[in-house]
């Protein structure tokens, strides 16, 4: 079945720590890949996106997202992470050629110490 | 201030009550649509509509209904068949694909209803 898997459901990483969130799919062509974060009772911010061409893609608030085809991964990196980082993070994908649906993972839940 | 609005934030409902969530956009954006939050879990959808007048079934429609009738609005209701309506639903709008549009169009989410069946 075509899916997306966040493996980690909690991370806690202390402020000022370097950090990745891992995103894997499984889907037979490279599907758009989106990272989303959401706060809490809050609804979700796009932080980047990567449609084509370079696979290194700089979003906001200093993320950044790597894809990597032969290991079918979209991770989110920030080499530095502020307590206001702390949310709910999700990573999508929409199929080529098969409308804008977007796929969810399961999310991962980021909590900073100070 | 362009962007997306839900409302009520918080919306308490009886068992066998049908109830109707608002969902508008000013992005003049084509596509809307519904998605259903549950903790721990990514987003679900429940509906879309790519136009006016027209709406599709997303992976849980059952026991939900949706009504697409300006662009602007696209209202999401949830009836008493649903067995397990407490969640979070999020609305979604993104300008629609055409013919010279071929990558798709990112999705704008507004900020939340939290339903409770009491």
């Known amino acids: 079945a075509q899916s997306v898997t966040q493996p980690d459901i909690h991370i806690t990483v202390s402020e000022g720590a370097s950090l990745e969130l891992r995103c894997n799919y499984s889907y037979g062509a490279t599907p758009y890949l989106f990272w989303y974060v959401q706060s809490p009772g809050q609804g979700l911010q796009l932080l980047l996106k990567?449609?084509?061409?370079?696979?290194l893609v700089q979003g906001i608030k200093g993320f950044e997202a790597e894809f990597k085809r032969s290991q079918s991964s979209f991770n989110l990196r920030k080499p530095s992470v502020h307590w206001s980082d702390a949310a709910e993070y999700f990573c999508?994908?929409?199929?080529?050629?098969?409308?804008?649906?977007?796929?969810f993972g399961g999310g991962t839940r980021l909590m900073v110490k100070p | 201030d362009g962007g997306i609005t839900q409302s009520p934030k918080y919306l308490f409902r009886k068992e066998g009550q049908n109830v109707t969530l608002s969902c508008e956009q000013n992005l003049n954006h084509d596509a809307m649509y519904w998605y259903r939050q549950d903790p721990g879990q990514g987003l679900r959808l429940i509906y879309y509509?790519?136009?006016?007048?027209?709406?599709q079934k997303g992976d849980i429609a059952e026991g939900y209904s949706v009504s697409r009738e300006k662009k602007e609005s696209f209202p999401l209701t949830v009836t008493s068949a649903q067995k397990n309506p407490t969640a979070f639903y999020l609305c979604?709008?993104?300008?629609?694909?055409?013919?010279?549009?071929?990558?798709?169009?990112?999705?704008?989410f507004g900020p939340g209803t939290r339903l409770t069946v009491l």
């Open positions: 990567y449609f084509s061409g370079d696979t």
């Open positions: 999508a994908v929409v199929l080529k050629d098969a409308g804008n649906m977007l796929t």
């Open positions: 509509s790519q136009i006016v007048n027209d709406f």
């Open positions: 979604a709008s993104s300008m629609r694909r055409g013919a010279n549009t071929p990558v798709t169009d990112t999705q704008y």
